[in-house]
């Protein structure tokens, strides 16, 4: 059994669809981001940068169990026990991870400062927004190349879709008009009509509140000090 530390983030939701693709058994904990369950000692125990998704696999790969946090380790984690959505030939395997490298080092650190600037931050920076929305269509212009090539960023569906996916579905918060990138709009709808995607992106989705539902503990807790506190 695996047990999943998640919130209804792009981050929580890649591991989500992964654990439904693959039809693995897992029970979820909800780490409400916005209460500081991140900063819990027993969640910092698993997830010492007090990030989620975290996971615990009771049946690790000695028989022992195993904790992960990172999203991209836990996909990686759960391509190789389950063997599924990641190629076994050298090169579809490299293939595939430079684009999962791709979400991880610039889909969602940029997209998610794409979110903060245009939506969580209360003053208008205009430097900020203009940067990260310009780098964010940038982004999706990168994407739609690539998948004017192939269905899917490793040719076929597999963990960097995964990865890429979630973090799509919030394109008007990102300012990006997404017919404007035919090819991904394609891909996207493609990747949303899964039922796993589905069932996946209704894991917590009730306990998802609004940006401008946010009150003042929430926005301390993501934004304020707290985040800065050494552990």
Not at 189 to 212: I, Y
Request: net charge neutral; aromatic share 12%.
């Amino acid at each position: 059994m695996i047990d999943v530390y998640t919130w209804p983030t792009p981050n929580g939701h890649k591991v989500h669809i992964m654990l439904e693709e693959c039809g693995l058994p897992y029970v979820v904990h909800a780490v409400d981001i916005g209460a500081g369950d991140q900063f819990k000692p027993e969640f910092l125990a698993i997830s010492p940068n007090n990030k989620m998704p975290a996971i615990v696999d009771s049946e690790g790969p000695d028989g022992k169990p195993i904790s992960l946090f990172e999203s991209g380790a836990i996909l990686l984690y759960l391509a190789g026990k389950t063997g599924r959505f990641l190629p076994t030939d050298v090169r579809g395997k490299y293939l595939a991870l430079q684009w999962l490298m791709f979400q991880m080092g610039s889909v969602g650190p940029m997209f998610g400062q794409a979110h903060h600037f245009r939506g969580y931050a209360r003053d208008n920076l205009e430097y900020a927004v203009n940067r990260y929305t310009n780098e964010a269509r940038r982004l999706y212009g990168v994407m739609d190349r690539r998948l004017a090539e192939a269905p899917y960023f490793a040719g076929e569906y597999g963990i960097a879709d995964m990865a890429i996916f979630p973090w799509t579905r919030s394109y008007e918060r990102q300012g990006v008009d997404i017919a404007q990138f035919p090819n991904v709009q394609r891909w996207f709808d493609t990747v949303n009509a899964r039922p796993a995607v589905q069932r996946a992106l209704q894991v917590l989705a009730d306990r998802r509140k609004p940006v401008a539902h946010l009150d003042e503990k929430a926005r301390e807790m993501l934004f304020g000090a707290t985040q800065y506190a050494r552990r």
